[in-house]
């Protein structure tokens, strides 16, 4: 090919897997090969049109590309067939990986289809030939003869934020089997989706990955800023077909109370913790004895906490590790540290190809190109940009601040204002004051207006709506400074769903701005504004939660950061924190935020003892709470407290909602007949309060106690019909109540066949409203209902799973229910006993060793099975 094709190509991407080692232990027969390898590719990719870019390939790799897709597919395909056929060296066997992709590109070949091509590649096995997606659809009617297609489903990509389709070519020549491709998707692990290229830092994931292998605990330290968190992440990825079970990621920035980090440790990597076990503990003895990496993300503000809970990670044995990032060592023993350097710089390069190769520009000029299309690296911008950089000193925010502006800057005019406003520091603080200053810039280019709402931005946790940024500010409506701060990079935007969207600073920012605020002696009143819009929102929520309780649980578990920083900061004023956690405790009791609402609520009770309507509403939450932790003591004596103030008021719902509660601790202590006296009690006072959600709400606890009872003439139509109210009333919590009940029936009668799908299909809609530990329940039932239908082993596996969720929960309650420990000793004792104490055990064990997730999906699979 005479010219270089842009604008809609095909690229084809290869590499030689397992080069390394075959050069380090067989050198003159590599050489020998690759001279071959390089024979076969230009020869095929020259037959087919297509042009080798010599520059962008390293090594073994080939980076080609070509006009037409179909040419691109025929080439690959050539070429894998003829490395199938050649004789290659004994010890230098030649399995070449390839990936094919279509997008834009300009003659420079840089940008986001290269990277998306190159992790295509990165997912694929020697002797593989992937397609994406597009590509894929453009080449499916010209394929060469006798290839086609395999479609290998949607994958994640490292670095990459859409997923994306991959098929495989196949030809009769080709090999057909392989193992799972090595995408994200294929892993355990939770490391968050990537909105940006990662660009360079080979050197240093290499160094941080053999640092992993021979160190237990790796600290990467730098300034905010430096991409600790980038690398960590990448690593992360890097490392995931090293750590069989799984890569944790653990992000403590919205963290301020030390206490949570490790239970944010163990919420991570799915850890399982038992009654009268500590939650340090349970993590010990969940990951003893596995290969897994922990990534602490953010550790300075909770060092303490960090270096208590990683001191207990290394006790899990050699296969552990941890990976941490933070602004400052842990100061942990046996502690490896290692600062993350700048970003390559072009200190002396003066040709634009040497330039080009330097990762700080090329984060400079793929941001920039992000900020305005068709932004490109050129001989006239070439030395304005390393200017920048070497300004900058490599710092990857303070870069990435910078090419924001080519929006509205050129590289020239950027420089000039770096120049005017910058005093770069040196020594042992000099990265950090770099960092600072390119915010500090960024910051003074903002008028007044938006630094004071940069400011106040910051005291908010985690993400924010636009409701919130008017509560903390003052000057009527700041939609027009959000916007402008989003157009400045200072403020990131996220698209919850098509109808809400919900803004973050980055947390170098947020860092950066909290000092501002209390430089400018703002913050009391900030968060003054800040704890009473969350107090609001909860209060409206409490309001709304008989009416409107799924989206209003909903609303506060996206807000449940900021909530607790509120809680926290109200501290100093009891009556505050009682109102607050008053306010939230029906939400942690029906989200399964057992311990922390638990603490929150006894000690806010604690410290104002006023009677109030506060108060009452506390007790109430708490009561209901200790009763779904299975506390029978406490929970009787809770609720009477309760329904003893709402009785001094003429409040009619709190009154009827107490006496609920009371009926709930009757339920606790099995007196059911006191309990069901009591339900229809409230099912008077609801219908004269006249809402229809509240009378359903008493009928489906009056259906509870007849269902323990096991008055199944009575449970079943009254179950239906609660069924069909909740679901006209679009409350799955009803919906789940109900099919419970109906499936209670099934197992009175003694049909535990039928009950099985009655189970699972309460199990989701307990999902449907967040309720973790009524989903236990639910998977027990359907664990009942396999077990007598002779699938032992299955339902002594997920029996194991729930009880492992609840106990983590620190939830008794299912042990404590006379009439459900009754069904379990029919069901479940005489399973274990059918196929033996060892078979039991393990696959009880089996049950337990499984994460949440999988084991709601394994129910559901058993469950269709039962059709």
């Known amino acids: 090919m005479t010219e270089r094709p842009a604008g809609t190509v095909t690229f084809l991407f290869t590499d030689m897997e397992g080069s390394t080692r075959a ?3 067989h050198p003159a027969q590599m050489q020998a090969a690759l001279q071959r390898h390089d024979q076969i590719v230009a020869k095929s990719v020259e037959a087919h049109n297509g042009a080798i870019i010599l520059e962008r390939g390293e090594g073994d790799s080939v980076f080609a590309v070509f006009a037409r897709a179909s040419d691109a597919v025929a080439a690959a395909c050539e070429i894998q067939c003829a490395f199938r056929k050649e004789a290659w060296p004994e010890d230098v066997p030649v399995r070449v990986r390839m990936a094919i992709h279509t997008g834009e ?4 070949y840089r940008g986001a289809h290269v990277n998306r091509a190159a992790r295509i590649r990165g997912i694929a096995h020697g002797e593989q030939v992937l397609i994406s997606g597009v590509t894929a659809g453009i080449v499916r009617g010209a394929l060469p003869n006798e290839t086609a297609l395999i479609d290998l489903g949607q994958h994640r990509l490292r670095d990459v934020s859409e997923m994306e389709h991959v098929f495989q070519l196949a030809h009769p020549d080709l090999r057909a089997d392989f193992p799972p491709l090595k995408s994200l998707s294929n892993f355990r692990q939770n490391l968050p989706i990537q909105l940006t290229s990662f660009v360079g830092r080979d050197r240093e994931r290499a160094t941080v990955c053999s640092l992993i292998d021979e ?23 890097d490392e995931l077909e090293k750590f069989s079970d799984g890569v944790g990621f653990v992000d403590l920035a919205p963290l301020t109370d030390p206490s949570l980090v490790v239970d944010a440790v163990a919420a991570a990597v799915s850890a399982k913790v038992r009654p009268g076990l500590g939650v340090l503990d349970a993590l010990v003895e969940s990951l003893e004895g596995t290969k897994t990496l922990v990534i602490l993300d953010n550790c300075e ?51 634009i190809e040497e330039i080009g190769a330097c990762e700080s520009i090329q984060l400079f000029v793929d941001r920039a190109a992000a900020a305005r299309q068709g932004f490109a690296l050129t001989p006239a911008n070439a030395q ?41 520091l040196t020594g042992g603080r000099g990265r950090h004051q770099t960092l600072r200053s390119a915010i500090d810039w960024s910051y003074d280019l903002l008028s007044e207006h938006e630094r004071v709402l940069f400011r106040r931005l910051s005291v908010f946790a985690g993400g924010f709506d636009l409701a919130a940024a008017e509560a903390i500010w003052p000057d009527g409506d700041p939609l027009d400074h959000v916007e402008q701060l989003l157009d400045k990079s200072l403020v990131t935007v996220e698209q919850l769903s098509d109808e809400s969207v919900r803004y973050r600073l980055l947390e170098t920012l947020r860092r950066y701005g909290a000092e501002r605020l209390a430089e400018a002696g703002e913050e009391e009143e900030t968060r003054e504004r800040h704890f009473s819009h969350y107090l609001a929102i909860a209060e409206r929520a409490y309001a ?37 956690a008053s306010s939230l405790g029906w939400f942690w009791h029906l989200r399964s935020h057992y311990r922390e609402g638990r603490r929150w609520l006894e000690e806010a009770l604690a410290v104002d003892t006023e009677p109030s309507r506060e108060r009452a509403r506390a007790l109430w939450a708490l009561s209901m709470i200790v009763t ?26 709190e009154l009827a909602l107490a006496l609920e509660s009371v009926g709930w601790s009757h339920f606790l202590a099995n007196d059911y007949t006191e309990a069901l006296r009591s339900m229809e009690e409230c099912v008077e006072l609801y219908r004269e309060l006249g809402s229809k959600k509240l009378i359903t709400r008493g009928r489906v606890a009056v259906g509870q106690m007849l269902a323990a009872l096991g008055d199944v003439e009575r449970t079943e139509p009254l179950a239906r019909e609660t069924l069909a109210e909740g679901r006209a009333q679009g409350e799955a919590k009803f919906v789940h109540y109900s099919l419970h009940y109906l499936a209670d029936c099934v197992l009175w009668r003694d049909e535990p066949k039928k009950a099985v799908r009655l189970y699972a299909d309460s199990l989701r809609a307990a999902l449907d409203y967040g309720n973790d530990m009524e989903a236990a329940i639910e998977m027990q039932g359907v664990a009942m209902g396999l077990a007598g239908s002779g699938r032992e082993a299955e339902a002594l596996r997920l029996f194991g799973a729930s009880c492992a969720l609840l106990e983590e929960l620190q939830s008794t309650l299912a042990d404590e229910i006379a009439f459900w420990v009754n069904f379990k000793n029919q069901f479940l004792t005489p399973a274990r006993e ?33 059709k």
């Open 23 to 25: 050069w380090e232990a």
């Open 105 to 108: 590109a300009g003659t420079d």
């Open 215 to 237: 160190h237990r605990l790796v600290t990467l330290t730098g300034s905010g800023g430096c991409g600790k968190t980038r690398l960590a992440i990448q690593v992360g990825a």
């Open 301 to 351: 503000h909770v060092a303490a906490a960090c270096a208590g809970t990683v001191s207990g990670l290394l006790r899990t044995g050699d296969s552990v590790r941890v990976l941490a990032t933070s602004r400052e060592p842990l100061g942990v023993p046996g502690e490896t540290r290692w600062r993350v350097p700048s970003l390559s710089l072009p200190v002396s390069a003066t040709e």
């Open 384 to 424: 304005a940009i390393s200017g920048i950089c070497r300004t900058l000193e490599g710092v990857p925010l303070a870069i990435e601040l910078a090419a924001a502006r080519a929006k509205a800057l050129s590289p020239g005019e950027i420089l000039d204002r770096l120049s005017d406003r910058f005093r770069l």
């Open 544 to 580: 709304q939660r008989i009416e409107d309780e799924s989206a209003s649980l909903a609303r506060l578990e996206v807000d449940h950061d900021d909530l607790r920083i509120a809680l926290a900061w109200s501290r100093p004023r009891p009556h505050d924190v009682l109102r607050l």
């Open 628 to 653: 779904w932790q299975g506390d029978t003591k406490a929970a009787r004596s809770l609720a009477e407290q309760s329904l003893e103030l709402w009785r001094e008021t003429d409040d009619k719902l």
């Open 834 to 866: 059918r196929i033996g104490a060892e078979a039991a055990d393990k696959a009880e064990q089996e049950g337990r060793a499984m994460s949440w997730k999988p084991a709601i999906a394994y129910a559901f699979e058993l469950a269709a099975m039962e």
